[in-house]
Each structure stands twice: as structure tokens, then as C-alpha cells.
């Protein structure tokens, strides 16, 4: 494991410096970050699907919406690796969004055999009920914390991103 015990966090609450071991400790679960952060993240997908649904998305169909919003005329091995999920998986869902006739594949004119994935105009359609409802969950997620908090936060988890991301490639080389 990666982690070392002489990994340390500072809490603002009590200014005291805290050890990873003592951040995991097995009677300190509610207050594991790790745990916070993934159970974060599965009501944030529940959340983002409530609200998607009016607009007939699943939340994975969304983030390839939002994906090809910023980056049109990739391949779909390109739109999997930015996405960080696996081509047959990128598959099924372009071919569910091609059913709802909001993406279309073109030929790739550099490369036969792959297609390059855009939205249709329909797709273009939900964009502002999209960024309407996500801006909705945004408010609704940081209520009752000022700029500065939502700054930190972001900032804060950022690092944690890209720790994550440089233990990953550590473990890759390994």
C-alpha cells in the first residue's frame, strides 16, 4: 500500500497535524476521506440522475454529452481514454445516444477504420436544460458555503485528484 503513516493532514478545527493512520483508524470511519469521497460521488450520480431524467439522460450518457460539447470529432477510443472508462463501454453508450439520435458517427478521413463521434443538433437542443439543471445540483451540493469555501474546496480536491493520479501512474510503472 501506498500509504505511509507518516502521511500527514492538518485539521483547521483543531490545528492539530494528523497522521494517515490516525485519519483511517478503524474507529474513525465517518471521517475517512476516502469513504466520504466515494459515497459523495454515488449521491452526487443519484442526484445528477433525478435530475437528468427530465431531460432523458442517464448520468454516463451525460458525460459523454458534456465530453463531445467540448470536443467534438474524436474517435471512440480517444472519448473512452479521456473519460477514463473502457471502449466496449463507450460503445454501448454511443450506440444508445445514436438510437436517441444525439450523436452521429462519421468517417475518420485519416484513418479508415475509425469514425469520428459529434453531437446531432437534438443533442445541441438539451444543452441548456442540461447546464440549467447542473448549475441547480451545484447550488444545491455547495449550499451554505461561501466563494472562498467552494475555491478551497475545489483547490483542495485537486490536489487529491492529482495525488491520486500520480500514485496511479507510480503503481503502472511498478
Known sequence: MIISDCAEMK????????KASGILARTNWARNPGFIIHDLQRLIVQVVDDEMEQVGLTNAQLRVILHLNHREGIT????????????ASVGVLLERLAEKGLVTRRPDPGDR????????????G????????????MDGLLTGMSEAETEQLVDLLLRVKANAR????RIEVE
Open 126 to 137: 438539451l444543452l441548456e436544460p442540461i447546464y440549467a439543471a447542473g448549475t441547480a445540483v
Open 113 to 124: 477504420r475509425a469514425n469520428l463521434i459529434y453531437l446531432s443538433e437534438k443533442a445541441r
Open 166 to 169: 500520480n500514485m496511479s501512474q
Open 11 to 18: 485539521t483547521a478545527a483543531q490545528g492539530e497535524t494528523l
Open 76 to 87: 471512440q477510443v480517444n472519448l473512452g481514454e479521456e473519460m477514463g472508462i473502457k471502449k
